[in-house]
């Protein structure tokens, strides 16, 4: 048995099924009640620590546990329940435990237990509520308690409880279609209405259908419950109290001309006028919270010693781990014993409104506005955009001011401006999102009528249309829909098809390790500058005109306190020049993993070189993850020699095979349209090609004040006739400039065709 | 030319395209929605994209006029407008339960805000 230390495997492994241990089948059940009677763990039959009792004490004074009996029985009467509490009642936590203590998780099976998952929707809050479960439950994380997110398994044969992104819960699906190896399903924070969430709702009712021992508990925020009952066929709902103060909530007499400005006067005028408390603000983006921080700090710096010290503090989710934790420190003293009291102000954005909680914010200002992914059908773009907010977020940012005592909310808007111009609801993701990969999910699920599939919020026809397209183009999907034996390979690569595909091709033009290495900084790239698996709260901070590569992004700002900015901008500029590839941004990725390995994954190196080492360290192993999966489907493992004129070539061709409706022309006006939908849009000032070239291929679509083409790189004409003739057909196109350059390329073609068959 | 943005109104997607197609063949009819009761909604969300710094409220965005080149736009491009007034008609159903929901959304909207703030009163 060599399971006692933390495993990490393949995210698609099957947890094994054997090797739990037996000893704990004898305890179970005898422990029960609290579990703390008895003095012995229950699950690893080691005696309780110190630590462990200190913790109980206060896990009982949360307020989910003066309900824990009612719910116990609830949940034994009820196949699936819904849960309604705000945070702070301590459910993500405790509701899990209490589960384990009250349901029976053995099996005819000695050896093996089923497992309880419990869903999250970003991956931070699955790692860091398992580890602190597992300090509660006093068990090493990875054994008893575990956690699974993309590229990363921390649970063992041992695990009974697991927490999970929700996106992984429906890959497991993918392999176990009726959950098997569990006995309890838990979707956490399904208010927040994830496109996995949304997802797995219409799946689990199917699969409770077939599973009658199988429960389910949905757990959310307050504001939905009623239609999550309606959804689950009137399931009982329980209701636990939060811990909120209330909130005095304040509105504008007139709308506001600039709403930043009227943040920062809002932020002086609490700080001058109201006693002590810290201060959250709301703003949109990464930039504006920057410049806000600045000007806040200049302000208030203007007022001079009669006012108490601030802390200015950013929050958004491509800051590093570092400097988020600084949203955690305590306010600044007063400058002298009388002097009046120090005040921390974080400006933040939606990631503060759910995902994370900051003890001792008093003052919350919400200007109404956050950054939202919308994805729109007919020009095929998926963008994060800055829009009013819903009146359920204001309610969800108010409340952040009752966390510790009474608090104050002052919205930057007039009260008839929130009756008026904010929806109730936030559109749920799957409104929002392109769904090729979801369709591609849905599909290897076996679910085929996806036109009536039990959506709580179907998307628009249009969106599922797009979707169907996208994977028919790509060969995912036959004429007649069906998945086909490509769609299949590319259904188990937990990324965008575009690049499943472009993998699954790679060693057809001998560059799949290439591939491999150019895939996985894409993919962690995103995953830098979005933490999560949902777009929504996390890409909040995602957008960025720094002229840097992402990857060097943060490490240029975390230098930023010992260089001026322009300072660590040149210098980051100049080692990104030093990896430049003139063809192509995704080719420059691929020198800077290149380079880091020929470094051995030096830190100094990394370091000296502007290089994020997390970020490079993180895509190594997201590499090694796509290795497993290509060699799991006898992909085969190639490169091209170094030295060889095409080693570039076919790299270049293999990307477009994958990105071959992701390309833009330049047009004679010296603008670039996207082929097809014929939009304007720039290349993105972060490109490192040395010209314009005539077509190029593009990973991602930018919407700011211009439409931009971000991580670029120069294809040529002729391959687009020559790999994805079906998608370049040109009586299916849009007459244009770039369809008359396609109609020479297919005559020359023709014409080389019929010459080599004269010479025969 | 006329720099479209994402969120913005364009055409539909025509009946020739594959996807239409493929959507057709899983069972779909042209002018109903998606889900267990074809309740979804027609059209895609429109979100304008917004690149100043002005306040909510302080400038009305003239829905009217852009619904209307929109119309202008989707008329002069469609072929078959006869599935269109189906749709239209599908439509005004579908905003009329739209409306009601929304009532009803706000109504359970202001009981749990209040149930949120002064859970005394529950």
Known sequence: ?760 | MEEVKGGSSSSAIRSSNIGFQLLKKCGWTEGTGLGVAEQGRLEPIQVHAKNDKQGLGSRKINNNNKNKRHQLLRDSTSKDNEAKKKAKALSKRAKKLQEQEKKLQDKEFERAFFREFWPDNV
Request: proline content about 5%.
């Open chain 1, 1 to 760: 048995m060599s399971t006692e230390r933390k495993r990490k495997v393949s995210l698609f492994d099957v947890v094994d099924d054997t090797s739990a241990s037996a000893k704990l089948s004898r305890m179970n059940g005898g422990a029960g009640g609290n579990g703390v009677v008895s003095g012995v763990n229950r699950w690893n039959g080691r005696p309780y620590s110190q630590t462990y009792y200190e913790i109980f004490e206060k896990r009982r004074t949360l307020p989910v546990w003066q309900q824990k009996d009612e719910f116990l029985q609830v949940l034994k009467n009820n196949q699936t329940l819904i849960l309604v509490g705000e945070t702070g009642s301590g459910k993500t936590t405790q509701i899990p435990q209490f589960v384990l203590e009250a349901v029976d998780i053995e099996t005819p099976d000695k050896r093996k237990k089923m497992m309880i998952a419990c869903t999250q929707p970003r991956r931070v809050a699955a790692m860091s509520v398992s580890r602190r479960v597992a300090e509660e439950m006093d068990v090493t994380i990875g054994e008893e308690v575990g956690y699974s997110i993309r590229f990363e398994d921390c649970s063992s044969a041992k695990t009974v409880l697991k927490y999970l992104t929700d996106g992984m819960l429906l890959r497991e699906a993918m392999t176990d279609p009726l959950l098997e190896r569990y006995k309890v399903i838990i979707l956490d924070e399904a208010h927040e209405r994830t496109l996995a969430t949304d997802v797995l709702f219409g799946l689990l009712k199917e699969v409770l259908k077939n599973r009658p021992d199988l429960k389910l508990v949905v757990m959310s925020a307050t504001l939905e419950a009623e239609k999550f009952q309606a959804y689950f066929n009137g399931a009982p709902l329980m209701k636990v109290p939060g811990r909120l103060h209330p909130v005095e909530i304040f509105y504008t007499q007139e709308p506001e001309r600039d709403y930043l400005e009227a943040a920062i006067r809002t932020v002086v005028q609490i700080h001058l006028c109201e006693p002590q408390g810290d201060i959250l603000v709301f703003l949109t983006g990464e930039e504006e919270i920057e410049d806000a921080c600045r000007k806040i700090n200049k302000e208030i710096g203007n007022l001079g010693d009669q006012v108490g010290p601030v802390k200015v503090v950013p929050l958004y989710s491509t800051l590093p781990p570092a400097m988020q934790q600084k949203i955690f420190d305590p306010p600044p003293p007063p400058l002298d014993e009388l002097g009046p009291p120090g005040r921390k102000i974080v400006v933040s954005t939606n990631i503060a409104e759910t995902s994370l909680t900051i003890d001792g914010i008093v003052y919350v200002i919400d200007p109404g506005f956050a950054k939202q992914k919308v994805y729109n059908p007919r020009v095929r773009v998926e963008s994060l955009l800055v829009s009013p907010i819903s009146k359920a977020s204001a309610h969800q940012r108010s409340g952040r001011a009752g966390r510790t005592q009474p608090g104050k909310c002052f919205r930057l808007y007039t009260e008839k401006s929130f009756s008026n111009d904010l929806q109730p609801q936030t559109y749920p993701e799957i409104l929002r999102s392109n769904l090729a990969n979801t369709v591609l999910t849905l599909k290897k699920l076996g679910i085929d009528d996806l036109v009536h599939f039990d959506f709580m919020d179907p998307p628009a026809p249009e969106t599922l249309m797009r979707a169907l397209e996208v994977l028919n183009y790509l060969g995912a999907l036959d004429d007649e829909g069906n998945l086909t034996k490509l769609g299949e390979i590319m259904s188990e690569f937990p990324l965008d098809p575009q690049m499943s595909k472009m993998l699954v091709v790679s060693p057809e033009f001998n560059c799949s390790n290439e591939i491999l290495s150019v895939s996985a900084m894409l993919s962690e790239a995103r995953v830098s500058s979005a933490t999560a698996s949902s777009g929504f709260y996390a890409t909040s901070g995602g957008m960025n005109h720094r002229k840097l590569l992402r990857l060097m992004q943060v490490v240029a700002v975390s230098q930023f306190s010992l260089m001026k900015k322009w300072e660590a901008q040149k210098a980051a500029d100049e080692a990104k020049a030093r990896f430049s590839h003139i063809d192509g941004d995704h080719l420059t990725l691929l020198n800077v993993y290149h380079a880091y390995k020929q470094n051995s994954e030096d830190p100094q190196w990394c370091y000296e070189n502007f290089v994020n080492q997390r970020a490079l360290k993180a895509a190594d192993n997201v590499r090694q993850q796509l290795v497993r999966i290509m060699s799991r489907f006898n992909l085969k493992l190639c490169s091209t020699d170094f030295n060889s004129r095409d080693y570039y070539i076919n790299i270049r061709k293999a990307m477009l095979a994958g990105y071959f409706m992701q390309v833009a022309h330049l047009e004679r006006t010296g603008h670039y349209l996207t082929v097809k939908d014929n939009q304007v849009v720039h290349l993105h000032p972060s490109n490192c090609l040395d010209h314009k070239p005539e077509w190029v291929i593009y990973n991602e679509y930018v919407l700011t004040s211009r439409n931009f083409i971000r991580t670029v790189t120069d294809i040529r004409g002729e391959w687009l006739v020559d790999i994805a003739p079906h998608y370049y057909d040109l009586t299916n196109f849009p007459s244009c400039e770039a369809k008359r350059v396609l109609e020479r390329l297919y005559k020359k073609r023709e014409k080389e065709r019929e010459d080599s068959k004269n010479r025969k």
